[in-house]
């Protein structure tokens, strides 16, 4: 797996430099590789403001290697994209497509910071009963939503975060 992801990652950079080297990069363009799993994604640009968002590597072998997972589109906000991604069961040969959409966030670190949201009408039932709707449970998550998401590995590579001791 370590030496398929080399040489996707070495095959994918000789005939991407290029393309990347001719203009000024945006924040997003580049490759990236996620710490957890290691699958690597590549983010080009279409147009001044449109990227295409490409598997290169993944663990899931029933996901091809280039395949485009998605779409961003730049924000007025510098390093602020709205994208659509598809999911992994829609990318899986004969599934449906459904995607999901969220504010991609570049970090000064050199990472990127993924933040779903929902658009659309939403029903509560519980305002059907009396009273009833005042108790309601509410799920808390106190993890912090910047610390998952993939590192640039091209065309900055990664950055040293120094050990802390």
């Not at 147009?47 to 395949?67: H, Y």
Request: one cysteine or more.
């Amino acid at each position: 797996m370590i030496l398929r992801s080399l040489l996707c990652l070495t095959i994918s950079t000789i005939f991407t430099a290029s393309a990347f080297s001719a203009r000024a990069l945006d924040p997003i363009e580049g490759i990236w590789q996620w710490p957890d799993d290691g699958a690597v994604m590549k983010i080009e640009a279409l147009s001044e403001t449109a990227f295409s968002i490409v598997l290169l590597d993944s663990p899931d072998l029933t996901i091809k290697p280039g395949t485009e997972i998605g779409r961003a589109v730049a924000t007025p906000r510098k390093g602020s994209y709205d994208a659509t991604i598809s999911t992994r069961e829609a990318l899986r040969p004969g599934a449906k497509l459904k995607s999901e959409q969220c504010v991609i966030s570049v970090t000064d670190h050199g990472s990127l910071v993924f933040k779903p949201y929902r658009a659309g009408l939403r029903v509560n039932l519980l305002r059907l009963f009396p009273y009833f709707h005042r108790v309601r449970p509410y799920y808390e998550d106190s993890r912090p939503d910047d610390i998952d998401g993939p590192r640039r590995i091209y065309p900055d590579g990664p950055t040293a975060i120094p050990p802390v001791l």
